[in-house]
Each structure stands twice: as structure tokens, then as C-alpha cells.
């Protein structure tokens, strides 16, 4: 059984910084695509980040020079830094990847973690 594991949301002021954290655990063979979602109250799941197996990125607009997304394959982690923050960023950040677990049938499934809160409020 695969899960993803979010950690490090929280409370910050408009300017401020956190780092996001998730880990994947369990029977895997390979991960693919790592990325983070947000949903903000009464609004669409949206892409923030994601970063390839190349380590290729792409960001949403809105982040863009703000945010930065990073993995580290040995650690099965993927990071986001996030930077000058915004009240508008405030939402539920969610953990996506594409892994191939090492269960039958051993196809490649995308996976979610639990959601993290991230608040941006003086």
C-alpha cells in the first residue's frame, strides 16, 4: 500500500515563508511525476507545481519567482518553498504523484495525501 504524507503548513504572515514537505512510503517501484495542488474554500483543486523525473518544473502563473519545487528521489520526497507569501495563497495544499507500486497490477496510479493547511493572515 502506498500513502503520502504532507507536512509543514501552518500560519504565516503576508511575506512569509514555509517549506512543504511529502513523503511517499510503501510497496513502490518507481515514482514519476511529483507536484502540489491547492484548493482555496469554494474554489477548484489547482496545479501549483509539479517536477518531472528529468527534474523538468512548471509552475502555475501565480507562483511563478514566488514558489520553488523540488524531490529527492533517494528520500522518495518532494518539496515546495514557498516564498513571499500572500493571502491569496491561503488554502489546502495537496501532494500528488504518479508511482507504480510494486502490487499487482504494477500499472502506474496517481496518488494523494491528507492536505495541509496553509493560512497567509497578518
Known amino acids: 500500500q502506498v500513502q503520502l504524507v504532507e507536512s509543514g503548513g501552518g500560519l504565516v504572515q503576508p511575506g512569509g515563508s514555509l517549506r512543504l514537505s511529502c513523503a511517499a512510503s510503501g510497496s513502490i517501484l518507481s515514482i514519476y511525476t511529483m507536484g502540489w495542488y491547492r484548493q482555496a474554500p469554494g474554489k477548484q483543486r489547482e496545479l501549483v507545481a509539479r517536477?518531472?523525473?528529468?527534474?523538468?518544473?512548471n509552475y502555475a502563473d501565480s507562483v511563478k519567482g514566488r514558489f520553488d519545487i523540488s524531490r529527492d528521489n533517494a528520500k522518495n520526497t518532494v518539496y515546495l518553498q514557498m516564498n513571499s507569501l500572500k493571502p491569496e495563497d491561503t488554502a489546502v495544499y495537496y501532494c500528488?504523484?504518479?508511482?507504480?507500486?510494486?502490487?499487482?497490477?504494477?500499472?502506474?496510479?496517481?496518488?494523494w495525501g491528507q492536505g495541509t493547511q496553509v493560512t497567509v493572515s497578518s
Open positions: 500528488n504523484s504518479e508511482i507504480r507500486a510494486d502490487t499487482p497490477p504494477r500499472t502506474i496510479a496517481s496518488y
Open positions: 517536477i518531472f523525473l528529468n527534474s523538468q518544473t
